[in-house]
């Protein structure tokens, strides 16, 4: 698979179980910090479910898939407020 942004042919695919127990924080632009703890999001192009699943390239770094995501999306999907 070559990279969606260089075009590199080195990419670097990782996979994992994690069996309910992901977890992700971020900050949000106004300085609130915010932790998710449940399954894996789908929408965020590293997996889903049970599993964490993406490619990166070994030459420019950037993960595969649809980026930039917003931060209405982020938020309104996966953070509990």
């Known amino acids: 698979m070559a990279c ?3 075009k590199s042919e080195r990419t670097l695919n990782i996979t994992a179980h994690c069996s309910d127990s992901f977890c ?10 915010l932790t998710y703890n449940d399954y894996v999001p789908e929408d965020l192009n590293i997996g889903g479910a049970d599993h964490i699943s993406m490619t990166v390239c070994l030459d420019c770094g950037k993960i595969q898939g649809e980026f930039p ?3 209405e ?9």
């Open 73 to 81: 999306t982020v938020l309104g999907r996966f953070f509990r407020q």
């Open 24 to 33: 992700m924080d971020t900050k949000t632009s106004d300085g609130q910090y």
């Open 69 to 71: 995501i917003d931060e």
């Open 4 to 6: 969606d942004k260089c």
